[in-house]
Nanobody
């Protein structure tokens, strides 16, 4: 069992930047780590992910060019740097981990491990 904990959410104005962190209890067993978000009344949406061992990153279409994923192997932490934030980025942001080789980085159903979520609110 892998524990994940997000931090760094908050209230910001449109155009601002924010960095979220996801600390994992263990990354040795993880194939993918991902960021997802969910706004009220909407389905959980893929934001981005990383193939942990190789450091290959992936971005969701709605955030491509604005959000960047990175990692720190020494602290087992994944980051989501969010630039040029828009009101439509408002959501609860979750990090997730999958130990399963060959699964889809963007499918939330392929992730068995989830953090508790952190709220990001972007005001106009």
């Amino acid at each position: 069992q892998v524990q994940l904990a997000e931090s760094g959410g908050g209230l910001v104005q449109a155009g601002a930047s924010l960095t979220l962190s996801c600390a994992a209890s263990d990354t040795f067993s993880l194939y993918y780590m991902g960021w997802f978000r969910q706004a009220p009344g909407k389905e959980r949406e893929f934001v981005g992910g990383i193939r942990w061992s190789l450091g290959i990153t992936y971005s969701g279409d709605s955030v491509k060019g604005r959000f960047t994923i990175s990692k720190d192997d020494t602290s087992n932490t994944m980051y989501l740097r969010m630039n040029s934030l828009k009101p439509e980025d408002t959501a609860v942001y979750y990090c997730a981990g999958s130990p399963i080789w060959g699964t889809s980085v963007s499918n939330p159903s392929d992730y068995p491990y989830w953090g508790q979520g952190t709220q990001v609110t972007v005001s106009s």
